[in-house]
């Protein structure tokens, strides 16, 4: 068993959950879908499974959940990792390991208290690829065709990277409130998160708001009310990220003896034969409108009655709702243009 409080969360300031736990766990590895503002990682306890789900029982304040997205990481008190034979205690479903992500709780006969949190920044790519530059390019394109000339030597080019690359910001806020009674004990937290794309920047945009609840009463001495809620939504702009027809795709395998933009002013359009399957990415990243817009809920509602010292009697009622909506097309070209799906678990 692992623990990580929420001291050693502050430090890494994750955007995700999962981004506190990446490289701070033995044994648990975190991976990446892409670097797209908003994207979803993979969380692998030890290693990966035949069954074809490998991915670990994930329970917050006792009700379970699939997406770690709608938890602000500011919010958590400690997370628990189980890797072994102690996972078992939760059945099959945790053949993976599990994880126990405690929220922030008030204490009883303690005042009230506010704490509020923000901080601004500015995200930048560590590495960019070594490429022909343009002048290069076009010694290698004659060389090829048996010294004729189809390139005339530019005195300078496009690098493609620069210009899909850019500086984006991003900035956090949130509020947490706690404090408790003789019997009692609550906390709250609302918190807000914009993001910009390196690739994109507001095209590539990711919003979140979330919210939480955390309810303690003592009944009786013996018997304990427990309630908790989280609310999120969030929205995403995408762009194309991965394989062939990606942003970046495009960016290290278009033309560097091409500019951005023709005699026109308008995309300049890659359509020589060493262009095949692909395209301006400036143009692809102005011409891209596709949203996700996301509004999830949970909640857990639970007693337990100890008796004889050593014996405790749970039990908790949880729900999950989850609404996604995918906008493809431009709102003012196309009405209604996405589709829609409601789960509820």
Excluded at 58 to 68: A, K, Y
Excluded at 159 to 182: H, R
Excluded at 291 to 301: A, F, H, P
């Amino acid at each position: 068993v692992t623990v990580l409080d929420s001291k050693a969360i502050e430090k890494v300031n994750p955007v995700r959950v999962e981004q506190a736990i990446q490289g701070q766990i033995a044994g648990v590895n975190v991976t990446s879908n892409s670097g797209s503002p908003g994207s979803g990682l993979n969380i692998r306890i030890r290693g990966i499974t035949t069954n074809g789900n490998n991915a670990p029982l994930i329970l917050v304040d006792g009700n379970r959940i699939t997406d770690l997205s709608v938890l602000n990481p500011n919010d958590i008190q400690s997370i628990n990792v189980l890797k072994d034979a102690t996972a078992g205690i939760y059945g099959v479903q945790a053949a993976n390991g599990v994880i126990l992500i405690t929220t922030k709780t008030g204490r009883k006969g303690s005042e009230l208290k506010f704490q509020l949190e923000s901080y601004t920044g500015i995200q930048t790519t560590s590495k960019k690829l070594d490429l022909l530059n343009s002048r290069d390019f076009a010694i290698y394109v004659n060389d090829a065709a048996d010294d004729t000339e189809f390139f005339v030597y530019p005195s300078n080019g496009t690098d493609w990277q620069d210009e899909v690359f850019e500086s984006a910001p991003i900035s956090s806020l949130s509020l947490n409130v706690s404090g408790g009674t003789k019997k009692s004990a609550y906390s709250a937290g609302v918190s807000y998160l914009n993001q910009d794309g390196i690739v994109g920047g507001d095209k590539n945009n990711y919003e979140r708001l979330t919210a939480r609840l955390n309810y303690q009463y003592d009944i009786l001495d013996n018997l304990k009310l427990t309630a908790n809620g989280l609310h999120t939504i969030s929205e995403k702009q995408n762009l194309p990220e991965g394989g062939i027809g990606a942003v970046l795709y495009n960016a290290v395998n278009i033309n560097p003896t091409m500019s951005v933009r023709d005699e026109n002013g308008d995309f300049s359009l890659a359509n020589d034969i060493s262009q095949i399957e692909i395209i301006n990415p400036l143009a692809q990243i102005s011409d891209t409108y596709n949203t996700t817009r996301v509004d999830k809920w949970s909640g857990v509602l639970g007693l337990d009655y100890t008796f004889w010292d050593h014996f405790k009697i749970s039990s908790k009622f949880q729900i999950n709702h989850a609404n996604v909506r995918d906008d493809i097309f431009r709102p003012e070209l196309y009405y209604g243009g996405g589709k829609s799906a409601n789960t509820v678990s």
